[in-house]
């Protein structure tokens, strides 16, 4: 028998490690506030958060969320025709459909969150963005014959922690990211293609 985090895992696609605790607080809340009887209305269990985050807020804005979607009416998100697909109105909903559209926006708002989180961290949002990703095909058997310190450089320039001017600017190793051979402010990568001095060594080599 699954418990609660795997049925919600199954059902709605959350990731049981980074959603466990969010997703069952707001499946208790749901359970435990929205009722028609007037006794599971008047019955409001007292749900543990942290202090970042509280289930009773996020239900509120997921609500006023579904309110002006409704309002606005159907917006084209995918690269789907016109009218393909339709969306339920908060209003002409009841019961369970209306907890699903609560939990379903709670889902939406936290990942948006998160995205928006991890973009605004230089280094460790990095992922975020691959359109400038180098693809690399790297075996095992090549990674096992590697040198550590060359393998440490790979992993370094993938999360964009290498020693570079605007990185050790930014740790504070240095005032400026101005590059000290041609006195030009570029990234890691383009300096290395187009600075002055290290091209012309390289056409010589």
Not at 11 to 30: A, D, M, N, R
Not at 104 to 127: D, F, H, M, T, Y
Request: hydrophobic share 35%.
């Amino acid at each position: 028998m699954r418990s609660a985090a795997a049925e919600l895992s199954a059902t709605y696609g959350w990731s049981v490690p980074q959603y466990v605790e969010e997703s069952v607080k707001i499946y208790t809340h749901q359970h435990g506030y929205i009722g028609r009887g007037p006794v599971v209305k008047k019955v409001k269990p007292t749900i543990k958060t942290g202090r970042k985050w509280e289930v009773v807020k996020a239900v509120s804005q997921a609500k006023e969320c579904l309110k002006i979607k409704e309002v606005i009416g159907q917006t084209q998100t995918d690269r789907k025709g016109l009218g393909s697909s339709t969306a339920k109105r908060w209003s002409n909903v009841e019961g369970k459909e209306k907890r699903n559209m609560v939990i379903n926006e709670i889902r939406l708002n936290e990942n948006s969150r998160r995205i928006q989180k991890a973009v605004q961290l230089p280094q460790l949002g990095s992922w975020s963005n691959k359109d400038n990703a180098l693809q690399k095909s790297l075996t095992w058997n090549a990674i096992w014959h590697m040198a550590p310190l060359r393998i440490s450089f790979l992993i370094r320039s993938v999360y964009d922690l290498l020693p570079s001017n605007a990185n050790l600017a930014r740790w504070g190793k240095k005032e400026d990211s101005i590059c000290a051979l041609c006195q030009d402010h570029k990234a890691y990568l383009e300096l290395m293609q187009n600075c002055a001095l290290t091209g012309a060594i390289h056409m010589e080599t």
